[in-house]
C-alpha cells in the first residue's frame, strides 16, 4: 500500500487528506508535507478517514506537528479518523493530546 497526500488550501486553513499507510517508510514525507505548512495565524486540519493503518511512526509524526504548530500560533487538528487510526491513538494515549475535529467543519 502506498501513501496518498491531496492538500486543500483555503482562505485561512490548509488541509491535508492523507491516505494508505504511514509508517517508516512514509512517515517522512507526510512530515515534510505537514511541516512545510505550518503558517502562523494559518490552520492545518489533517484528514485521516482514508488511512488504513498507521504504525508509531504516524504517532510521531503528529508529535512533531503538534509541536511545531503549537510553537508557530498555528492551530492543528485532525478530523475524520478511520476506526484504525482512532484505535492506535487511543491504545497509545495519543487521542487525549491531539486536537480532534469533527466533521469537516471549519
Avoid: W
Avoid at 15 to 25: F, K, M, N, Q
Avoid at 72 to 100: D, H
Amino acid at each position: 500500500m502506498e501513501l496518498t497526500i491531496q492538500t486543500i488550501n483555503h482562505e485561512t486553513e490548509h488541509c491535508v487528506v492523507l491516505g494508505g499507510e504511514i509508517d517508516a517508510y512514509t512517515g517522512p514525507k507526510v512530515k515534510e508535507t505537514l511541516m512545510s505548512l505550518i503558517e502562523p495565524g494559518m490552520t492545518l486540519a489533517v484528514d485521516l478517514e482514508a488511512v488504513e493503518y498507521m504504525d508509531s511512526t504516524g504517532i510521531g509524526v503528529f508529535v512533531a506537528v503538534m509541536k511545531a504548530s503549537k510553537k508557530a500560533g498555528c492551530p492543528f487538528y485532525v478530523q475524520n479518523m478511520s476506526s484504525r487510526v482512532e484505535r492506535l491513538f487511543r491504545i497509545t494515549g495519543f487521542y487525549e493530546f491531539i486536537a480532534i475535529r469533527k466533521g469537516e467543519d471549519k
